[in-house]
């Protein structure tokens, strides 16, 4: 065993190298493992940070977290900005959510009553309401509703300056797969990762970092698993602690517009002809449209199927994309949970947390996340609105009600 880290993150995504890097600041030693940084469901992701339009009843305790991180994203973008010295494309246009047709425009009157009973700020729109603030929309839509604070980011840029600040606080990027967990010899505590073989580019990055690969075993005093949707999955996980998530598929459709005179200039949510969609613009001139959703294995490959349905919805809703240049097509997997809240703390076994099950969330609630995790591995209680993200309401052992440690 190398003579260890205070803490081993297992996954370089947007959660793994956010919490990583609030961790380093607080004084721990850390070393985040991915074979490929980056590569995830993060920077697949559209990055809407919108509580309220993806807002569901019965999901109140999501709703609140979702408003609690939301309102830590502006400080966060901030920070992140400075520490790297990157553009993350933070957007605060809000959102703007139109029916197409009559029966669509019956189902966002539905949704509309939904936000008001959730007591939820949205505005409601008439049609040509609706396309006088944002011109690109198809002559036919027939209501709006706008939500006005909703804000959007740049994932992949967020990902690449987490990679920058988290390096500058001392964080080590080891570029190999989890081969394993290790457990003491009880099997009573986790104590590390065995790394499996070495990226083809060999060497890890960072300050100190081992070099990737080749079998050894990277000692911690504690082990967080944050994965995404494989956090589940990590070969020597006893069964009692594993998180129960499981891979969504999402497919997007990124597209480019004129930058001088852009048809989209805030996230677009339709419902077209009974479907949903969304367009989020980027400054650069791109529109990412999303998402399909489909519980469908670990399957990434993107589909004809999928990208049809996604391009006809958003040329119904802003026809004059039809000249947009077709920039790529990609699919990720959201990590579902049973109950669509994160899993996030401490689980049964001494020394292993995890940091996983964000869902359609995990962009927006990326800094709650990662301020509850330093928080809860420093032994304080972390934020109030994470108390229901608990990983022992599903796996069994004390949840937590105060501070918990290991
Ligand atoms: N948050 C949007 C999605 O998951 O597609």
Redesign the pocket.
């Known amino acids: 065993m190398s003579a260890g880290a205070d803490v081993v993150v297992v996954g370089a995504g947007i959660i793994g190298l956010s919490a990583a890097w609030r961790l380093a600041q607080r004084g721990a030693s850390v070393t985040v493992v991915d074979p490929a940084p980056g590569s995830g469901a993060s920077t697949v ?2 990055g ?1 940070l ?1 509580p309220v339009t ?1 807002a569901r009843i019965g999901e109140e305790p999501l709703l609140r977290l979702n408003h609690a991180s939301l309102t830590r994203w502006p400080a966060f973008a901030a920070e992140l900005e400075e520490a790297s010295g990157r553009r993350i494309g933070f957007r605060t246009d809000g959102t703007l959510m139109v029916g197409l047709d009559a029966d669509d425009r019956a189902a966002l009157d539905d949704l509309a009553s939904r936000h008001r009973a959730m007591g939820l700020e949205v505005e409601p729109l008439r049609g040509r309401e609706a396309r006088r603030l944002e011109p690109g929309l198809a002559p036919g839509v027939r209501a709006g509703l706008l939500a006005a604070d909703e804000r959007s980011v740049d994932p992949a840029a967020v990902v690449a300056a987490l990679e920058v600040a988290a390096a500058g606080a001392g964080v080590a990027l080891v570029r190999a797969p989890v081969a394993r967990l290790v457990l003491s010899p009880a099997g009573d505590r986790a104590t590390g990762v065995a790394l499996g073989p070495p990226a083809p580019d060999g060497e890890g990055t960072g300050p100190g970092a081992p070099a990737a690969g080749d079998g050894r075993e990277l000692a911690a005093g504690t082990v967080l698993l944050a994965a995404g949707a494989r956090s589940g999955f990590v070969p020597g996980l006893p069964d009692h602690v594993r998180p129960p998530v499981r891979p969504v598929r ?1 497919e997007v459709v990124t597209l480019r517009q004129p930058t001088d005179d852009p048809l989209v200039t805030r996230t677009l949510r339709g419902i077209v002809h009974g479907s949903t969609i ?1 367009l989020v613009p980027r400054d650069d001139g791109r529109v990412v449209v ?2 399909t ?1 489909e519980e469908r294995g670990w399957d990434t490959r993107p589909t004809a199927g999928g990208t049809y349905e996604l391009l006809r919805d958003a040329l119904a809703l802003v026809p004059g994309l039809d000249d947009a240049e077709l920039v790529g097509v990609r699919a990720g997997l ?1 990590p579902g949970s049973p109950d669509h809240l994160p899993i996030i703390g401490w689980t049964a076994l001494d020394g292993l947390a995890v940091a996983t099950g964000h869902f ?2 995990g962009i927006l609630l990326t800094p709650v996340t990662a301020e509850a995790v330093a928080a809860l591995l420093s032994g304080e209680p972390g934020p109030d609105e994470v108390r229901p993200c608990d990983p022992r309401r599903f796996t069994g052992g004390a949840v937590a009600t105060g501070a918990v440690g290991p």
């Open positions: 992701a559209a809407m919108a993806e999402g969304y999303g998402a959703q959201r359609r969330n």
